[in-house]
């Protein structure tokens, strides 16, 4: 079954506290994967995508990269309008279904 | 350019009550797509369009009944509202096209009492 997991579910960091994300996956033909951050009340925008492994890409802060088999999203020197919950979506299969993971919740303290 | 517009932000119906969600793109998109947001649990895929007069079932669309008469329009009817479908309604719209991202717009937060 495809499958979509992100750790931690939360994620409460100091200001200049470094850390990462984790979204594995499990699909047959990934085409591609999304980062997605989503603001209390708000609908998720659009960070990244990722078309394969080996893949980095990065906006400001933040840092995303890809292998065969999860993708991470380092975040370096967070600041607190960095928080906010970090959605992972993975594109695969024939028909592009869409699959989403839980998020992750990520508090950055001042 | 608006980019994906959902109206009402926030709607209380009563059990057994029936609504339409609106949801309309300004950017020509072809695919467009309904999920529901529950605490904890991600989104859920209910229906999703690849065009105009297509409109196909996703993982939860039980309950829930669309169509897709223009590009531009998405809605979402709620037939017999129940307490199970209390949650926060996101549409959202992508080109045609693999890798593609898609654009969502704010949500609707529904409540069924």
């Known amino acids: 079954e495809d499958q979509v997991t992100q750790s931690p579910e939360a994620l409460r960091l100091q200001e200049g506290e470094s850390s990462s994300l984790n979204c594995s996956y499990t699909v047959s033909g990934l085409r591609g994967l999304f980062w997605y951050r989503q603001d209390p009340g708000k609908g998720p925008e659009f960070l990244f995508t990722l078309y394969s492994a080996g893949e980095e890409k990065e906006k400001e802060r933040l840092k995303a990269t890809l292998t065969k088999k999860e993708s991470f999203l380092h975040i370096t020197a967070p600041k607190p309008e960095d928080s906010a919950t970090y959605l992972c979506?993975?594109?695969?299969?024939?028909?592009?279904?869409?699959?989403f993971g839980k998020g992750t919740r990520l508090h950055i303290l001042p | 350019n608006a980019g994906v517009t959902q109206t009402p932000k926030f709607r209380i119906l009563k059990i057994g009550q029936s609504m339409t969600l609106q949801c309309t793109q300004d950017m020509n998109h072809n695919y467009m797509y309904w999920y529901r947001q529950d605490p904890g649990m991600g989104l859920k895929l209910i229906y999703y369009?690849?065009?105009?007069?297509?409109?196909d079932k996703g993982e939860v669309p039980n309950g829930y009944n669309v169509s897709r008469s223009t590009t531009e329009d998405f809605p979402l009817r709620l037939e017999l509202a129940a307490p199970s479908q209390t949650s926060v309604y996101f549409c959202?719209?992508?080109?045609?096209?693999?890798?593609?991202?898609?654009?969502f717009g704010d949500g609707t937060r529904l409540s069924i009492l």
């Open positions: 959202a719209s992508r080109i045609t096209g693999g890798n593609q991202p898609q654009h």
């Open positions: 979506a993975v594109q695969a299969g024939r028909d592009d279904k869409i699959i």
């Open positions: 369009s690849v065009g105009a007069g297509i409109t």
